[in-house]
């Protein structure tokens, strides 16, 4: 069984800053890629981040470069994601996944190719 759990959500000003949190629970050897995904009212899931296992391959959504950083640290089984620089469009509930052990890492690539899934934490970015 494995369990994802975000945190860090919150109300933020245009410009401002988070930082969200995922600890995943049970078997944390079960999971491979880690990522970040996102979902505004009446809009699809939207991939925004994703970290390579072993933390040192990672690849963003053209609206997260330049602004947001992901990261994992395996020893606390915790990814994070930085946001700064946040807009009004990045109000949306922000969901963490994971992809399992037997998915070939380069190909995963879109929301269905992630196993496990966070409950989502809400960010809300006023202007």
């Known amino acids: 069984q494995v369990q994802l759990v975000e945190s860090g959500g919150g109300l933020v000003q245009t410009g401002g800053s988070l930082r969200l949190s995922c600890v995943t629970l049970?078997?944390?050897?079960?999971?491979?890629?880690m990522g970040w995904f996102r979902q505004a009212p009446g809009k699809e899931r939207e991939f925004v981040a994703r970290?390579?296992?072993?933390?040192?391959?990672?690849y963003y959504a053209d609206s997260a470069k330049g602004r947001f950083t992901i990261s994992r640290d395996n020893a606390k089984n915790t990814v994070y994601l930085q946001m700064n620089s946040l807009k009004p469009e990045d109000t949306a509930v922000y969901f963490c996944?994971?992809?399992?052990?037997?998915?070939?890492?380069?190909?995963?690539?879109?929301?269905?190719?992630?196993?496990?899934w966070g409950q989502g934490t809400q960010v809300t970015v006023s202007s």
């Open positions: 996944a994971g992809a399992g052990v037997w998915r070939r890492a380069d190909l995963i690539s879109t929301r269905y190719d992630y196993d496990y």
């Open positions: 049970g078997r944390t050897s079960s999971i491979n890629v």
């Open positions: 970290v390579s296992r072993g933390g040192d391959t990672t």
